[in-house]
């Protein structure tokens, strides 16, 4: 039985890193290769990313309804078709076909995803495995995506929709290696009254709203916004030293690296110290990156913002699962982080316009440190539960020696 949900993981996390490193190309390619139409760029970004953010709130419904396999298998063709006619777009609106398809399939795949690792593992190794499982993404997103954008930089972006497509079918693949019924209410579920309730069903928004541990998220979003000056405005301080691609990718590879290690140290310490640990991380990182200046101090700036953010990721995600079903936990972690990407994209363009780099990443250092400090001590000060449930294959129903996540009152 073990080993069987070992195997279930293992094809969720390599179809989904296929899916990351497909989609963050998208994100970087089109602004790179219609550099002399900005505005046309924006556009495709700015739609792709409304319908990740669009589609995210109700994939917990579909994977009730349909199953975590054949959700997955149909996010994973719409975003290989969407790659597919980015690559071919001969126009404009071919291009946003192209935005719009790649978006709907990465936002319903990247809850999806989340949300299978809740359902698939047992709630006292949950922590540990949503670390795994954004390490190894995440360094697909770190990995895949220059690899990407150098691909239809040296040959064409029509070789590259056919190579992204040719990865969504191979993801398709690795989804069948998921079982059928998981994510699906069982039927004696329906007929038989129990106490403890099911991860997998939803109350609807107003459930996850009222769910939601909001300080947590919080700690989330300033974060992000952190990790978007890190990915934009300071590869930006660090191109008068030639430095902006080793910027880039001391960053992302931080954030994937930060990703495995908060589930280690979460599992080893506690949740407490996981947090006072990343937010100490990615605000030296944050504040660093603008007061030191030369090459060398720019690069261990972004690594130290990648790997607190990193961190927070994972400690964030298991703190919402812990405190919400694992559906509602996937849609609005990945809404806090879609959100603090978009946010930041703009404040962080603003910022470089007006000269206001420097204070913004040090009032955002300031503010994780804050949040983080309050996250600590509220996750510190919850008493330890322990629940039963009828099977660990659904993600819930064992004794959890984590400690409650934060709670808003």
């Given at each position: 039985m073990a080993s069987n949900a070992r195997r279930s993981v293992v094809s969720l996390t390599a179809a989904v890193s296929l899916g990351v490193a497909v989609f963050f190309t998208l994100y970087s390619l089109i602004p790179i290769t219609r550099a002399d139409e900005p505005g046309l760029s924006s556009v495709f970004v700015g739609t792709m990313m409304a319908f990740v953010m669009g589609v995210q709130v109700f994939t917990p419904a579909l994977v009730r309804r349909f199953s975590l396999r054949f959700v997955l298998m149909g996010a994973f063709a719409l975003l290989a078709v969407g790659a597919l006619v980015t690559g071919w777009a001969a126009n404009t609106s071919m291009l946003l076909v192209g935005a719009v398809a790649s978006g709907s399939g990465f936002g319903t795949l990247i809850v999806a995803g989340a949300l299978g690792v809740a359902l698939l593992v047992a709630p006292d190794r949950l922590g540990r495995s949503l670390g795994t499982y954004g390490l190894i993404t995440m360094a697909a997103s770190a990995l895949g995506s220059p690899a990407g954008v150098q691909l239809a930089l040296t040959f064409s972006l029509p070789v590259f929709g056919v190579c992204a497509f040719v990865a969504g079918v191979l993801a398709i693949g690795l989804s069948l290696g998921l079982p059928g019924a998981v994510g699906r209410p069982q039927p004696e579920a329906a007929s038989e009254p129990s106490s403890t309730p099911d991860p997998s069903r939803s109350r609807g928004l107003r459930g996850a709203v009222a769910d939601a541990p909001w300080l947590v998220l919080a700690l989330l979003l300033v974060s992000v916004v952190l990790l978007s000056h890190g990915?934009?405005?300071?590869?930006?301080?660090?191109?008068?030293?030639?430095?902006?691609?080793?910027?880039?990718?001391?960053?992302?590879?931080?954030?994937?690296?930060?990703?495995?290690?908060?589930?280690?140290?979460?599992?080893?310490?506690?949740?407490?110290?996981?947090?006072?640990?990343?937010?100490?991380?990615?605000?030296?990182?944050?504040?660093?990156?603008?007061?030191?200046?030369?090459?060398?101090?720019?690069?261990?700036?972004?690594?130290?913002?990648?790997?607190?953010?990193?961190?927070?990721?994972?400690?964030?995600l298991h703190a919402a699962m812990l405190r919400m079903d694992p559906g509602h936990a996937s849609v609005v972690w990945n809404l806090g982080v879609d959100g603090g990407l978009w946010i930041g994209g703009i404040i962080w363009g603003l910022a470089l316009g007006t000269d206001l780099a420097v204070p913004g990443a040090l009032l955002f250092s300031a503010l994780v440190l804050v949040t983080g400090t309050a996250v600590a001590i509220q996750v510190g000060s919850g008493r330890r539960t322990c629940s039963a449930g009828p099977d660990r294959g659904t993600g819930h129903g064992e004794a959890s020696s984590d400690p409650p996540p934060a709670t808003d009152s």
């Open positions: 990915l934009s405005s300071l590869p930006v301080l660090a191109s008068a030293f030639g430095s902006t691609a080793v910027v880039v990718f001391a960053v992302q590879g931080g954030n994937a690296l930060g990703r495995g290690l908060g589930g280690e140290l979460e599992a080893r310490t506690s949740a407490r110290a996981t947090t006072i640990s990343g937010a100490l991380l990615l605000a030296v990182g944050g504040a660093s990156g603008v007061v030191i200046d030369g090459p060398m101090a720019i690069i261990v700036a972004g690594a130290l913002i990648g790997l607190g953010v990193g961190i927070i990721q994972t400690v964030t």
